[in-house]
Every structure is written in C-alpha cells, then in structure tokens.
C-alpha cells in the first residue's frame, strides 16, 4: 500500500476478493481460461474433520513397537489368477510419462517398490524404465489410448480402466505442444510439438453393459491372469461403483475431487465432483448394498496426505488409498529449495501448480531433459520410500491405538466427526453426541 | 485345427491363439452366433476362419495373425490392432478399427459410425460406405471408402489420410479436401490391390486436417 494509508478501516468483499479480481482482470486480458495442474485448492470437508476413538475402558490397545499390526492387502482376487499382495495400503496413482518426466516416473517406481506397493503408468503408455523399476505396475487404459498396446498390456500386475479421475470427472486433457519431446510424440503416434487432446469417453464402448464386454475382452486377451480396476471420477458415487462391480470389475477404484491433473481448466478443479470424505463413505454403501464390501476391493485417493488420511479412509471401509500430489511433494515438489527458481516463474514454493507449462524447477513435470536431470530418480525414489514408510507407521500407530491387529479392522465405529457437514458426509456421529445429519440412527 | 463354439468357450480359442501352438496354423471357428471377443490379442502368425457372425471386438489387438469371418461383425472390431489382416466379408458395426496402430482391415460391406477412431497407423478399407463421425481424431493410418461417407467424417483429425469415392455428406472440424498427388494414387491404388477392389484409383478423393487446431487459439473456440 503506498502513501502510508490508513488500511484499517478498509473492507475486503468476500465476493470479489483480490484473486476473484486478479482473475477477472487476467481473463478480461488473455481472453482465455486459467489451465494449471495440482488439484483442488478451496476448502473442503476433509479426513481432518474426522477423529479415531483410541482405546480405553471397553476397548483393548495393541502395544507399540511390539504387538503386530498388519498392514498387507490383496487387490484382486475376485477373478484374477495373480492378484496383487502389497505390503502397505498405500499405492501411487496414475501419472503419465508425459506429464512427469522419465526421472520422475523412475522415482515414483523405485520407491513404490522399495516399501512393497504399486505404482500406475498413465496416459502415454508404459516407459521401459517404469516396468523395470516397478515390481508390481498397474497399466491404465485410458480413452485417449495412447501407447495402449498388447505387449505392454501382457507385461502389468494389473490394469486400470480409466473411465474418469477425481480433478476432471467428464473432461478429458490436453497435453500443450511444448510439453511433447520426440519420444512423448512418438509413444503417442502424433507429431511433436502439437497439443495432444486425451479422450473424455472411451472410442469403443459407450455404458456400462459394453464395458462389461470390455472387461472380459482385456481378461481375454491377459489370459485371467492380472486383476482389472476400474477408475471413476466421484460424482455418481453410489451408481458408479455398482456398475463399475456389475462390469466385472476386480477392484473399484474412487478418485474424491482433490486428486490432482497435469493440465485442467481451473473451473474445471474447483468445481466438479464431490470431495474424497463423503466418496469413500458413498463407495463403501454402495459395495456392501450388493453385498461386495472387501470382495471387490475398493481404493480410494483424492487429497491423502498422511497415515492419520489413511486410517481414516480405511476405517470408512476403504481397503488401501493412492497418492499423487503428495508423492510429487515428497520427491521435491513446491520445495523451498527451489524458492528462487519459483520466484523466476512468478509463484513461490508452496503454490506452485503450473504443471501443465513444462518449467518445472524441479525436474518433476517437465519433459524438458535439461530439468528431468535435475531430478535424481535414486534420491527421489529414496524420498518416496521414506515418506511411505512414515505414513505406513503414522497408519499402524493408530491403528494399534485402537486395538486392531490389522490396519483394515479400523471401523466406522472407530471415527466421530468435528463438523455438522463431515458428520452428514461421512455418516459418522458428531463427536459427543449420537447424531448424524441425515441418517436415521438405530441407536 | 477346428473351434465350434457351441462345444467350446471362447477362452478356449483364444487362449490356443496365445499359444506357440497355432503359429503357422489354420483355424476354423464354427457357430460364433455373435459371441464377443473371438480371436482376440492373437499372437501368432496364423489363419483365423470364422464362419458366422460375431459379436464385440473381434480380432482385437490382433498381432500376425490373418482371421477372415464369414459374416457380419459388431462393435470394435479389430480395435486397437497391431500387425496382421482382418477381413470382414459382411458389415461391421460402430467404431471398427478404433485406435489401431498397425495391418490391414478390409470391410467388404458397410462400416457403421466412428469407423477408424483415433486411428494410430492401422489401414482400413471399406467396400461399401461408412457411418457419422469417421476417422474422429485419427491420428495416422489411412482409411480408404468406396462408397459414400456419412455427416462429420474427419472431425479433429491429425495425421491420418482419407479416400472417399463417393458422396460425403459433410466434414467434421478442420477436415478438408486435399490435392490427391502421384504419390497419393500410388498409395491408393497399391491400397485397393491388397483388398483385391477393382476400383480406379483416380475415382476417389483425398481428405485430411487443415492443422488449425493443433495448438490452442482462442480465436478458434467457435469450431469446438
């Protein structure tokens, strides 16, 4: 403020804050939407309006450091002939070579491994070097289906039909021409430097009864061998899980409206979907109304952060969770590290989000190889290590806090809600009373 | 080597053309009375016969093999193919060829709508004419169409040729006429050879993308 005035007495207006002005005016001068990568940044209902009951009295807890608490999980087992066992609940989502650089995708996949869990190739098909770091790799197949080809189809532990991701449920993408190096142009068979446009529907199948069709043709052509996922956006929550389980679907995948994108418009992040909370909860109903609950598996992701989220979501019925966003973090992402590179760029570490640009200081979500090398996928897979590992005993500390021997014993019962709206979303009561907006409790 | 459908699963014939066993081999599949996924992800280089109609997805992410049916095909034929032939002496349904990379896809009847979609190197030719919106955002490949094309053909494309001897009803966004040169009645004609159709080449048109939409400008929000 210049002149030294008087700022006391001004008044913000809580419709047009200064960024709602700030976007006016930049729209009102580049005359085109705002596109950034990250995922939701408004406040949402999230895991930190929930709180786990430890126990006491009428509940007996596990000793720390000594008594065992389980943390594996089998993904799959409904039809395939492997399932996945992962060591940890906690797997890496879907991001493509592309959108993140080799380096990157090579840290994701080293780390992944190093703590026993999975990692996801994403639109642009399956690097060499993410198959040999992976020891257990999911292979989405996305609409787009670039890079989608049955040698690479024959070579995952699982595959994951793509039908929508939380930050975009119904929009497709669009990776901008700068972003696409000779070797993302030719593992997407377009020319370089052109946008590519990734599909909202699939080309070949249009609702649920084809994609039960769809299912069976990828059993077919994997010999039954590998579990298929389903992965939905979360809108139609409810609706969406049963048709994804009545497809024939091994493993049912829900991504709450903070799961992050490449490349979105930001309307787009803010302003469609529901949020991870009320997800989980909706999902879960929706498997044990047709009696499926933990025979397919359901994973949820969309804003996990830490072992508290996880245990959280697990409780809600969940059976493991996925992360993005906070993998990226953990290999360096928003780090105050890069301050002066942010600054350069015009933002400052922790608000970083232009991933759609391709100047990433970090060599994260670059394609441009002079960044990629700043990344070093050895130290980046070591970090992602580390930071499962730190969630995977934040997940069991409180897990065993509330008696349970196995992570996936956490319960509903285990949770109460600090907020009306949380409460209602995750049906859960608010803590001190037995009220659930909403629901109609026996007790 | 023989598959009646009516005795054996389709897991049974696909998991055969998995196998080492039925390189070099022929195989005659009776009675598929539209069951979905026949020969899918074959491997081997192989004769496939189908004798009847089937259903989704047939010969989908064929490799090698040649499978010829006998009749009409649904949905997704040859879908995302890699190498090989498939050959459809009747009609296909929607979306045949749908991001395929690679072979040879001959349709001696009709092909319904989004023939060719996101098409990525694969050839498809069409006796008789093709459905709305075909070739929807086909990358690469050609598709060739004797008969006529319906509204849309085109729409978004990038790389990919397209030959229409017929009427086409309209273009999709950024499809437009282009010059057929030497090279292109070369390509067309060695095309029409290899799916035994006597037409002339000279009697087809070529179409392909004006590239104004491949990179964003918001000046061409109004074609979207």
């Not at chain 1, 929930?50 to 594996?72: F, H, I, V």
């Not at chain 1, 070949?204 to 010999?223: A, F, H, N, S």
């Not at chain 2, 389709?10 to 055969?16: A, Q, Y």
Request: aromatic residues 6%; proline residues 4%; glycine residues 10%.
């Amino acid at each position: 403020m210049k002149n030294n005035v008087d700022q006391s007495w001004l008044v913000e207006s809580a419709t047009f804050s200064r960024p709602v002005i700030r976007e006016i005016q930049r729209a009102a001068r580049e005359g085109i939407y705002d596109i950034r990568g990250f995922g939701a940044k408004r406040r949402l209902p999230t895991f930190d309006d929930l709180l786990l009951l430890g126990a006491s009295m009428s509940r007996y807890p596990l000793e720390g450091y000594r008594e065992k608490c389980d943390t594996q999980v089998t993904l799959g087992d409904r039809f395939a002939e492997k399932p996945l066992v992962i060591e940890t609940p906690i797997t890496i989502a879907g991001m493509s070579f592309g959108a993140l650089s080799a380096q990157a995708k090579e840290g994701l996949a080293r780390g992944a491994t190093e703590v026993g869990t999975s990692t996801t190739t994403g639109d642009g098909g399956m690097t060499p070097e993410e198959r040999q770091h992976s020891r257990l790799l999911v292979y989405q197949y996305l609409p787009s289906r670039y890079g989608m080809n049955p040698v690479d189809l024959r070579k995952a532990d699982a595959i994951e039909v793509v039908v929508g991701q939380g930050a975009k449920p119904g929009g497709g993408g669009m990776l901008l021409g700068q972003k696409i190096s000779d070797r993302v142009a030719e593992m997407r068979d377009l020319p370089k430097g052109i946008d590519q446009r990734s599909a909202c529907r699939h080309p070949d199948w249009t609702g649920p009864d084809d994609l039960e069709i769809k299912v069976q043709e990828l059993r077919e052509i994997t010999d039954w061998m590998v579990p298929i996922y389903i992965k939905v956006g979360a809108t139609r929550t409810f609706f969406d899980v049963q048709l994804a389980v009545k497809a024939g679907a091994d493993v049912v995948v829900v991504d709450g409206m903070q799961g992050g994108t490449a490349a979105t418009q930001d309307v787009f992040i803010e302003h469609v979907g529901i949020p991870t909370l009320p997800a989980v909860r909706i999902a879960v109903d929706a498997l044990k109304d047709l009696g499926m609950h933990r025979k397919v598996q359901l994973i949820v992701s969309g804003g996990i952060r830490s072992g508290a989220d996880v245990a959280k979501a697990l409780a809600l019925g969940a059976d493991a969770v996925s992360i993005g966003t906070a993998a990226l973090i953990a290999m360096g992402d928003n780090s105050p590290e890069y301050e002066d590179k942010y600054n350069e760029l015009g933002t400052s570490a922790g608000f970083y989000d232009d991933y759609q640009d391709g100047q990433d200081p970090t060599g994260i979500s670059t394609q441009n190889p002079d960044l990629g090398k700043l990344l070093d996928p050895d130290i980046a897979g070591r970090r992602v290590a580390n930071y499962l590992r730190v969630m995977t005993l934040e997940l069991q500390t409180l897990a065993r806090a509330a008696g349970k021997t196995n992570v996936r014993n956490l319960e509903r019962e285990d949770l109460v809600a600090l907020t009306v709206e949380s409460s209602a979303m995750a049906r859960v009561p608010l803590a001190g009373t037995n009220w659930i907006p909403g629901f109609e409790s026996t007790q | 080597m023989k598959f009646d459908l009516t005795e054996q699963g389709i897991r049974d014939l696909n998991r055969f053309l998995h196998s080492p066993h039925s390189k070099e081999s022929v195989i005659e599949v009776e009675n598929p009375s539209g069951s979905h996924n026949v020969a899918v992800g074959a491997l081997q280089h192989s004769q496939v016969m189908v004798n009847g109609h089937v259903g989704y997805y047939c010969a989908a992410m064929n490799q090698h093999a040649e499978i010829t049916v006998n009749g009409n095909a649904g949905p997704g034929l040859a879908e995302n193919m890699m190498s090989g032939m498939v050959h459809v002496r009747g009609n296909a349904s929607q979306y045949c060829g749908a991001t395929a990379h690679g072979g040879l896809l001959v349709v001696e009847g009709n092909a319904s709508s989004r023939c060719g979609i996101s098409l990525k190197g694969m050839d498809i030719i069409v006796g008789g004419s093709i459905g709305h919106m075909s070739a929807f955002m086909a990358q690469t490949g050609r598709l060739v169409v004797c008969g006529d094309a319906a509204e849309s053909m085109g729409d978004s494309i990038y790389e990919a040729r397209i030959y229409v001897r017929g009427k086409v009803a309209s273009l999709g966004t950024d499809c437009i006429e282009k010059p057929i040169e030497k090279e292109h009645l070369e390509e067309l004609k060695e095309l029409l050879d290899r799916a035994q159709f006597n037409h002339s080449a000279t009697e087809f048109k070529r179409y392909g993308s004006a590239r104004r939409l491949y990179n964003f400008d918001v000046d061409n929000a109004r074609l979207y």
